[in-house]
């Protein structure tokens, strides 16, 4: 079987999908995801007939256009979720956090700036899912590569916040709540690789996940 046609995605509703796909946007696949929902089941659905594809779309459903009997769309859709719905738990972590300090009025706050890897993971999240709606596997394979760059951004915020707080003790609660922030962007990052390395799955059938960045290009050719 080939490779499956180019994925376009609903952008509705993707931070609460749960891993179940419905396959197939007719009146019955209609009826199921509408269950579903009223259910507050999360879904996507996968159809190959582009009017209904398109219908469905213009409806409000979190559809992706490609043929559900490809095996490795099924994966890929079914883990991409997964990692879709841990990003949106993140998400939740950081407003926790943010909640905490602006609670506090920034009281003993470690002068360090995190907006760099906030950015990093927030592009790699972008080219990942845009990897996925064209089949990329060259943006996929740079969100990969990526991941190595939100990683040694991390590591260097754990060492300043270290610091902050052998040096004044005042500041270990701001700093740790710092902390989470960063640690839940630089997993926000991972997922954004995993879902790049689906992308990378599903067109050649190579599974990549644990390979370096600079290996992918190799193993990929690109």
């Given at each position: 079987?080939?490779?499956?046609?180019?994925?376009?995605?609903?952008?509705?509703?993707?931070?609460?999908?749960?891993?179940?796909?419905?396959?197939?946007?007719?009146?019955?696949?209609?009826?199921?995801?509408?269950?579903?929902?009223?259910?507050?089941?999360?879904?996507?659905?996968?159809?190959?007939?582009?009017?209904?594809?398109?219908?469905?779309?213009?409806?409000?459903?979190?559809?992706?256009?490609?043929?559900?009997?490809?095996?490795?769309?099924?994966?890929?859709?079914?883990?991409?979720?997964?990692?879709?719905?841990?990003?949106?738990?993140?998400?939740?972590?950081?407003?926790?956090?943010?909640?905490?300090?602006?609670?506090?009025?920034?009281?003993?706050?470690?002068?360090?700036?995190?907006?760099?890897?906030?950015?990093?993971?927030?592009?790699?999240?972008?080219?990942?899912?845009?990897?996925f709606a064209r089949?990329?596997?060259?943006?996929a394979q740079q969100?990969?590569?990526?991941?190595?760059?939100?990683?040694?951004?991390?590591?260097?915020?754990?060492?300043?916040?270290?610091?902050?707080?052998?040096?004044?003790?005042?500041?270990?609660?701001?700093?740790?709540?710092?902390?989470?922030?960063?640690?839940?962007?630089?997993?926000?990052?991972?997922?954004?690789?995993?879902?790049?390395?689906?992308?990378?799955?599903?067109?050649?059938?190579?599974?990549?996940?644990?390979?370096?960045?600079?290996?992918?290009?190799?193993?990929?050719?690109?």
């Amino acid at each position: 079987m080939g490779a499956a046609p180019p994925i376009a995605t609903s952008p509705t509703r993707t931070e609460t999908l749960a891993p179940v796909v419905v396959v197939g946007m007719g009146d019955a696949g209609r009826c199921v995801a509408d269950g579903l929902e009223a259910h507050g089941i999360g879904y996507d659905a996968v159809e190959m007939d582009p009017e209904r594809f398109a219908a469905a779309n213009a409806d409000g459903y979190p559809v992706a256009f490609g043929d559900a009997g490809d095996l490795r769309l099924i994966i890929a859709v079914i883990k991409t979720i997964t990692d879709l719905e841990r990003i949106g738990d993140e998400a939740e972590k950081i407003a926790r956090m943010a909640k905490l300090i602006h609670d506090a009025e920034r009281m003993h706050m470690p002068r360090l700036e995190i907006k760099h890897v906030a950015n990093l993971a927030l592009a790699m999240l972008r080219k990942a899912l845009d990897a996925f709606a064209r089949l990329d596997v060259k943006a996929a394979q740079q969100v990969v590569e990526q991941d190595e760059a939100v990683d040694s951004e991390f590591r260097s915020i754990l060492r300043q916040l270290i610091t902050f707080m052998m040096e004044d003790p005042r500041t270990i609660t701001r700093c740790l709540e710092v902390l989470f922030v960063a640690k839940a962007l630089e997993r926000i990052g991972d997922h954004s690789k995993n879902m790049a390395e689906y992308v990378i799955y599903m067109v050649e059938g190579r599974d990549v996940r644990h390979m370096r960045g600079d290996t992918v290009a190799r193993a990929t050719g690109r």
